[in-house]
């Protein structure tokens, strides 16, 4: 069943309609395709209607069949590249020596070439390729700062350790790989948001020198993103960490109120607590909800909640996380 009211030609008037998947065929370019796409028929009067997303997603369905048949990288993969290699689109065209709009048309669903597509193919699977790209056309960004930033990206990919000393947030994510039990990438992620938010708010610094992205799933912190991406879905396992991690005590203090009061719930839980809140909503914009980007979250941002919610719910010390936890889990389950 769908709400959403779209107009019937037949009713003559706004209804209801239901959407069903359906296989069908349509032509593109001389040949037939088949695929799984959808139909809505209108809730009163059962007569197909015309919705324009489900539309677009037809189209879509028929494209990917396209590109399966003619062996052209899927726009799944297409979307995907920029984000891992933290370029802009734009960038990423003027790097390939392309016209600028290029690689902005193919992410809007315009087919690549065959040739393209096979170079881009190789970008996809091959860290160390669009390294070499990199280097050999860096003259071609605009910025000096796109470069450094999408060969930090790259290189920690390659697993290529940048910095020899092991970082704040490294510190803290074994810690809380260590003392909490089932944690997914996902819900990794998000404590180590609450504990840089929280943090922020009960010492008006910041715990770490990183900054997080407003990904689809709420805020990533990237290189930890890579570092556990294997898991998945599942939760990551510990036993090659190091257990006696030291701490200053006022860190430990809050990494262990937002443990006790926050890692009980799910990944997809604490994902949709950030997803009320301000610093991702903010950063997203008008994005629409299934566009990567990689967007930082402004620090400005994040301590400027925290220390609202800090004086919201009048926590006096990092125990009182309690109240907000509980408040967001009510605000959700409505
Ligand atoms: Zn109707």
Redesign the pocket.
Known sequence: MNNKNVF?E??RKD?NYVEKEEYMSAELKGETYNYYGKTAT?D??H?E?YVSEINDYNLIKLYNAFRKQHNIISLEKILEIPQKYSIGKRPLSLLMGWGEQTFTRYCDGDMPTKQYSEILKNIYEDPNYYLSILEANKNNLKSQSSYEKSKSATLTILGIDQISETSKIDVTTNYLLCKCEDITPLALQKLLYYVQGFYYAFTNCFIFEENCEAWVHGPVYRNVYFKYKGYSFDPIKCDDLETDITIPSLEKTIIDSVIKNLSGYSGKTLEAFTHLETPWLVTRGDLPILVNTDREINRQLISNYFTNVKQKYNMLNPSDISEYSKVMFERISL
Do not use: K
């Open positions: 019937c037949n009713c209804v209108c009163d009067c007569n209607i």
